[in-house]
């Protein structure tokens, strides 16, 4: 599998004067480029050559892994943004983010106290936790929340070539045009789909439906399960009695499995029945 740059989902110069098109020309076109290069060149080195650039996220360790996540977190945060008037989080993300933090303005002074306390590079993250709770953490260096099962949601380049050339060290100046930039549509759209997995991965069947359960196959099964009891008892040398007294016990049996599979079937139409008032 060969990687390949993606493009930037708007120009250059549209995400001025927080990032300017010098920035993103070299950020995207150096720095990403650079990560995929090297992200392709391990991959063929490795045993995992047609993995997914998540799947080496997850998966992969070393430099491969380095260059990997790189190469993931840089497309990520270019979809994490987007020029034009600021939007704000959709009815679901909001009751979730009202939820953890209290409200948004809540989460951005959390996001961005976190974002600006990070030590040396890394990124800050807005993430859904395996329980379906939100939070904000920062990872270091190439670190992304893949890697612990987690889903992210968004996320902020804290690497100084993010922003140095338009804000030298104020990382705060940065930090409070990138909130700004925020394509919460996006983010939306990220914790619906994390919501959907999540919520069908917790029922027993995820496509649809359940299945209905035919008395008719149930019953069937059991007689011939019965059927074949009866012709090994009798080809196990039965006399003449024991063969009659083993195919009563047949058809007793045969009786019993039936009204098993009955209250089976009865079971399970209840469960459907359950399933579609839900």
Not at 116 to 133: N, P, Q, T, Y
Request: aromatic share 8%; net charge negative; charged share 25%.
């Amino acid at each position: 599998m060969t990687f390949q740059l993606p493009k930037l989902p708007y120009a250059l110069d549209a995400l001025e004067p927080t990032i300017s098109a010098d920035t993103l020309r070299e950020h995207h076109g150096a720095h990403h480029k650079s990560y995929i290069e090297k992200t392709n060149k391990l991959q063929q080195e490795s045993d995992l050559t047609d993995a997914s650039l998540e799947t080496l996220v997850q998966r992969a360790d070393g430099a491969l892994l380095q260059n990997a996540a790189q190469a993931w977190n840089h497309s990520f945060y270019w979809e994490s943004m987007t020029p034009g008037d600021a939007s704000e989080p959709g009815a679901e993300l909001r009751t979730a983010i009202d939820a953890t933090f209290g409200d948004l303005k809540a989460l951005r002074e959390l996001f961005l106290e976190r974002a600006g306390s990070h030590f040396g590079s890394g990124w800050a993250w807005l993430v859904r936790e395996k329980d379906g709770r939100l939070s904000v953490e920062c990872t270091h260096d190439a670190g992304c929340p893949l890697r612990d099962g987690k889903t992210p949601l968004l996320v902020c380049d804290l690497w100084e070539h993010a922003y140095y050339l338009d804000h030298q060290h104020d990382r705060g100046a940065y930090l409070e045009g990138f909130w700004s930039l925020i394509d919460w549509a996006r983010v939306d759209q990220r914790f619906a789909a994390a919501s959907t997995v999540s919520d069908a991965s917790s029922q027993p069947r995820t496509h649809g439906a359940p299945p209905t359960i035919p008395v008719s196959r149930t019953r069937s099964a059991s007689l011939i399960g019965a059927a074949l009891l009866g012709g090994l008892l009798t080809l196990g040398g039965c006399g003449d009695d024991s063969a009659e007294n083993a195919g009563k016990h047949v058809d007793d049996f045969a009786e019993d499995v039936e009204d098993a599979a009955e209250d089976v079937a009865d079971e399970a139409e209840d469960l459907i029945d359950d399933h579609d008032g839900n």
